[in-house]
Structure formats: C-alpha cells, structure tokens
C-alpha cells in the first residue's frame, strides 16, 4: 500500500512540502511531533476508506494560521477573507494532501473534507500513524494520519508502517 523505499512521515513531508511550495508558502520542517493549537481553532478531517481499514486526516491551526492560507490559496489580502473562503480553502488543502496520500496506496478512496471550529485541540480517532506540526508560511499547523480499523481489521498500510518502524528501530 505505501512505499517501502519511505517510512509514512518522509511521504507526508514530501507531501507537504509541495502543497506549501504551490501556495507559495515556505515552511519550516515538520518536527515530527504533534503540539497543541492555540484556541479557537480550525480541524478538518477526511477520511480515505481501503477495504481493510479506512485512514484518517486530520488538520488543525489557529484561525488566523486558516485566514492565512485561505488568502495564500484564493490570491487576495487576509482582511478580505471570510468564513466560506476559510472553510472552502482548507477543505481544499485537506483534498490535496489526502490525494497525495491517497496516491501511495492502491486501494483507498478519498471522502469529503468536513470543516469546523474547535475549541482546544481536536484528538484524531484511531492508532496514530504519522503526526506532524508544520509551518507554512511561519503559522503553526498540526497534521495527523491515522489508522481506523473496519470491521475487517488492519490494512496493508498499517503492516507497511508497522514494519518501516521496526527496520527504523532495528538501524
């Protein structure tokens, strides 16, 4: 399901990496650890289903990180954005990073992205796979990737994970 040349979090900085370069939005490396938003927040989720298990995304930032990348994306001045640009803008950046996820495994199926405020952070559901913090264009952004089994248990993509974790012990 997933590349064996590459453990899930080099794939997911790759990933983002050419997401923030296309927004034109430098970013500091993820440092491999998920820290806490500050409140009020934005959390979008989307879920890519496999037969086996189903993945989750999941994106959270400050509203004015959200703000930020909303104008970044739509090409207009932070004050002009409103709450559906916001909304419409890291739904989108959520779609773009789950089909690059999505491209690394055969059989996964991309949902919707489902936008919302939160207060405090947002825990991701299921085995954490990948979580990162980021910074496009200097505002922090958290990312996690989980899996969440299905009634028919593990997926491929978490033996793939599983075993780059143990070979990254084992070196």
Request: hydrophobic share 45%.
């Amino acid at each position: 399901m997933l590349s064996v040349e590459e453990g899930l979090e080099e794939q997911m900085e790759a990933i983002l990496a050419d997401v923030w370069s296309f927004l034109g939005l430098d970013d500091e490396p993820p440092s491999g650890e998920v820290a806490a938003i500050e409140s009020p927040s934005v959390h979008v989720y989307t879920r890519l289903s496999g037969p086996d298990a189903d993945v989750g995304l999941a994106l959270q930032c400050d509203r004015e990180t959200a703000r930020s990348l909303a104008a970044a994306m739509l090409d207009m001045a932070p004050p002009e954005i409103g709450p559906q640009d916001i909304s419409d803008a890291m739904g989108e950046i959520a779609n773009i990073i789950g089909g690059n996820l999505k491209a690394l495994a055969e059989d996964l199926t991309l949902g919707f992205a489902v936008v919302q405020d939160a207060e405090g952070e947002v825990a991701a559901k299921g085995e954490m796979l990948c979580g990162l913090r980021c910074y496009p264009g200097g505002h922090a952004m958290s990312i996690q990737v989980t899996l969440v089994p299905t009634s028919s248990g593990r997926s491929r993509l978490a033996q793939v994970h599983n075993a780059t974790a143990s070979a990254a012990l084992k070196a």
